[in-house]
């Protein structure tokens, strides 16, 4: 009864490639985001997502596409990996309106790119 | 520019003793502060937060304490016990039109010794 699930939990790929990670919550939640954690461990929000909307884009290179099918499931797509796109990318949910908004994070993917 | 700083990346402590994590932030615009823990391999979970109109809130063994005008926020742990060795994020929420973005300090490790 996970809450938060990211597959996969890690994944080796050569640059160039187009990959995806994928994200479900099973809480309900209206709001999903993704975040990036680099080897300096500086997790940084790159996207959220509202009602199928996305409502913050932080200058994340368009290689990156947030898709979500419907509320439960937020995917992230990344085209022409590089290597600096390696990091520790985390999935969280969050229910719109709440003070404060107490986030809930999947167990992470790790991104390594050779 | 990291607007949530957490200038510790490590910090020991004895079982039983009081763990103190500090947190430092630049934008007088935050509404919300939380503190995260995360254990290896998983993703960071909720803690307790703060809002910034209060100096204080209590949650059993943890304390967090406020200080507006130094922009300067901490956790306490007491008693610390081994099972909180961890890493400790402290974020820092802004509303925005449709959702809250969460801004995280970069982490500082615990580590409790029995």
């Known amino acids: 009864d996970t809450a938060v699930s990211q597959t996969p939990k890690y994944l080796v790929t050569q640059m160039g490639n187009d990959k995806s990670i994928k994200c479900e919550q099973n809480l309900g939640h209206d709001t999903m985001y993704w975040y990036k954690q680099d080897s300096k461990k500086f997790l940084k929000i790159m996207f959220s997502y509202n009602n199928k909307e996305l409502i913050i884009n932080e200058t994340v290179p368009n290689r990156f596409s947030p898709k979500s099918p419907d509320k439960a499931h937020l995917n992230l797509h990344i085209n022409s990996l590089e290597l600096g796109d390696s990091a520790v990318y985390f999935c969280?949910?969050?229910?719109?309106?709440?003070?404060?908004?107490?986030?809930?994070f999947g167990p992470g993917t790790r991104l390594t790119v050779l | 520019d990291q607007q949530v700083k957490q200038n510790s990346p490590s910090l020991s402590v004895q079982e039983g003793r009081i763990s103190i994590l500090n947190c430092d932030y630049t934008n007088s615009m935050f509404d919300y502060f939380l503190w995260y823990k995360k254990y290896p391999a998983e993703g960071p979970t909720f803690l307790i937060s703060i809002s910034s109109i209060k100096d204080k809130n209590e949650d059993g063994r943890f304390t967090v304490f406020l200080n507006k005008s130094a922009k300067h926020l901490s956790l306490h742990i007491v008693p610390s016990q081994p099972g909180d060795s961890a890493v400790y994020f402290c974020?820092?929420?802004?509303?925005?039109?449709?959702?809250?973005?969460?801004?995280f300090g970069t982490g500082t490790r615990l580590t409790v010794i029995p």
């Open positions: 974020a820092a929420s802004v509303d925005q039109t449709g959702a809250n973005n969460l801004f």
């Open positions: 969280a949910s969050s229910r719109l309106g709440t003070s404060p908004d107490t986030q809930y």
